[in-house]
């Protein structure tokens, strides 16, 4: 099953993503077979301010489970994360089934 993860950073959170952004790209390296696609939210300026990721996952509690692991999350960057159930319709020009 798919779920929509959007994740909205607390404010002033910049250098504390910098900090741990190498243990976090390490993160996602070790749950790729989980992450559909993943990647940051950016303000006019080009810095991050949270995340997007579409994780393919068997229910939400694997996907609650998973984000409360990111390290990110446990250096406290998030401010709201919002989980949902999701179907792709449009993918690469072609209509996904």
């Known amino acids: 099953m798919l779920f929509a993860?959007?994740?909205?950073?607390?404010?002033?959170?910049a250098a504390t993503r910098r900090a741990v952004r190498a243990a976090h790209l390490d993160w996602l390296e070790q749950h790729?077979?989980?992450l559909v696609i993943?990647?940051?939210?950016?303000?006019?300026d080009?810095?991050?301010?949270?995340s997007v990721?579409?994780?393919?996952?068997?229910?939400?509690?694997?996907?609650?489970?998973?984000?409360?692991?990111?390290?990110?999350a446990k250096a406290g960057c998030?401010?709201?994360v919002s989980i949902h159930p999701y179907r792709i319709v449009f993918k690469?020009?072609?209509?996904a089934e």
């Open 53 to 72: 990721r579409v994780i393919e996952a068997p229910d939400r509690a694997a996907v609650d489970a998973l984000t409360e692991g990111d390290p990110f």
């Open 78 to 80: 998030f401010a709201r």
């Open 92 to 95: 690469d020009g072609a209509k």
């Open 5 to 13: 993860v959007t994740i909205e950073d607390r404010p002033g959170m």
């Open 38 to 44: 993943a990647g940051p939210i950016m303000d006019a």
């Open 46 to 50: 080009g810095n991050s301010i949270g």
């Open 32 to 34: 790729r077979d989980m």
